[in-house]
């Protein structure tokens, strides 16, 4: 039996619906399925009523429900006390930031420190959605969350009690297009009536920052969504084939655009201005993550170098 078995159970009993339990766990439905039918064989009977609209859970299925809370949150705190005790002991701040941000941001705002602060990324979060970073954060599976911000409001609102913030950057997100041979974009904003669009996953907080930016701008094409991603490396992939266009972060397409590879499919009106923030709880005492808090909010010569962030 696998622990992922018991959490996609957990799942599934929250939503009682085999593709919204799917999405939650960022699988595909025929997946999902069959890891809870091998659940079902492995613990020898049918945990599931699926004649049921929604579904329910058989009798034998609630009680199995109450084993799976109390070994998956026994198993999360004793992973997330063993890790911290190991950081501790090792002086490192466990991050959480998208690949991008890792990529693109993280290398040279590290380098900018005289004395790198000791910063581990988790590379499990690359592939979370917002809900998951700020879960994590206040289960103290990380330290810091590092992400996109909108500037303005977009309709997500992730719960931000007793957490603490600091602004690092703004960057802007573009949308771009492959250019074609007279060098004007293949998929161009303005003027245009429908347009596909390679687009980030609907419940992540880009894509509310998108959605809300072209509210506000009010007049704005139809788009035909082709593909949805969490991560801004597979979008930029599909709009260098010439799939659709999509917003990506301006410094990670500032070599393409650059080359001529991409260019923006429209104007300044499009880009949709977030920034770039680091998150952390405030009652997390760690001696290294109180530095670098302290070294972000009054910053010293002896510990940044350049402006400060």
């Known amino acids: 039996m696998e622990l992922r078995w018991l959490e996609d159970f957990i799942a599934l009993a929250r939503t009682r619906h085999f593709?919204?339990?799917?999405?939650?766990?960022?699988?595909?439905?025929?997946?999902?399925?069959?890891?809870?039918?091998?659940?079902?064989?492995?613990?020898?009977?049918?945990?599931?009523n699926r004649q049921t609209l929604p579904l329910s859970l058989t009798p034998a299925?609630?009680?199995?429900?109450?084993?799976?809370?109390?070994?998956?949150?026994?198993?999360?705190?004793?992973?997330?006390?063993?890790?911290?005790?190991?950081?501790?002991?090792?002086?490192?701040?466990?991050?959480?930031?998208?690949?991008?941000?890792?990529?693109?941001?993280?290398?040279?705002?590290?380098?900018?420190?005289?004395?790198?602060?000791?910063?581990?990324?988790?590379?499990?979060?690359?592939?979370?959605?917002?809900?998951?970073?700020?879960?994590?954060?206040?289960?103290?599976?990380?330290?810091?969350?590092?992400?996109?911000?909108?500037?303005?409001p977009c309709g997500i609102e992730p719960d931000l009690q007793d957490t603490l913030s600091c602004r690092l950057a703004g960057e802007w997100l573009i949308p771009v297009s492959l250019v074609e041979a007279d060098g004007r974009p293949r998929f161009a904003l303005e003027g245009a009536s429908r347009l596909p669009l390679i687009?980030?996953?609907?419940?992540?907080?880009?894509?509310?920052?998108?959605?809300?930016?072209?509210?506000?701008?009010?007049?704005?094409?139809?788009?035909?969504?082709?593909?949805?991603?969490?991560?801004?490396s597979n979008i930029r992939e599909l709009v260098s084939l010439g799939y659709g266009l999509g917003w990506l972060p301006?410094?990670?397409?500032?070599?393409a655009l650059a080359s001529g590879e991409l260019v923006p499919a429209g104007g300044e009106r499009w880009q949709v201005p977030v920034e770039i923030r680091l998150f952390r709880r405030a009652d997390n005492q760690q001696p290294a993550v109180t530095a670098l808090w302290d070294a972000l909010v009054t910053p010293s010569p002896t510990r940044l170098s350049g402006a400060p962030p």
């Open 250 to 255: 301006e410094a990670g397409v500032r070599g």
């Open 61 to 152: 299925g609630e009680e199995f429900l109450e084993l799976c809370h109390d070994v998956t949150q026994r198993l999360a705190d004793g992973r997330r006390r063993l890790a911290q005790l190991a950081d501790q002991q090792a002086g490192r701040i466990r991050l959480a930031a998208p690949q991008s941000l890792l990529r693109d941001f993280l290398p040279g705002w590290l380098g900018r420190w005289v004395v790198p602060p000791p910063i581990v990324p988790d590379l499990r979060a690359t592939g979370w959605l917002v809900d998951d970073f700020f879960r994590a954060l206040a289960r103290d599976e990380c330290d810091l969350v590092l992400c996109y911000w909108p500037v303005e």
């Open 199 to 232: 687009a980030y996953h609907p419940r992540g907080l880009t894509a509310a920052a998108i959605q809300a930016h072209l509210a506000r701008l009010g007049d704005t094409p139809d788009f035909s969504i082709l593909n949805e991603s969490i991560q801004s």
């Open 19 to 48: 593709s919204r339990a799917a999405e939650q766990q960022n699988v595909t439905q025929p997946t999902f399925s069959r890891r809870i039918k091998l659940l079902e064989e492995e613990m020898g009977t049918v945990l599931v």
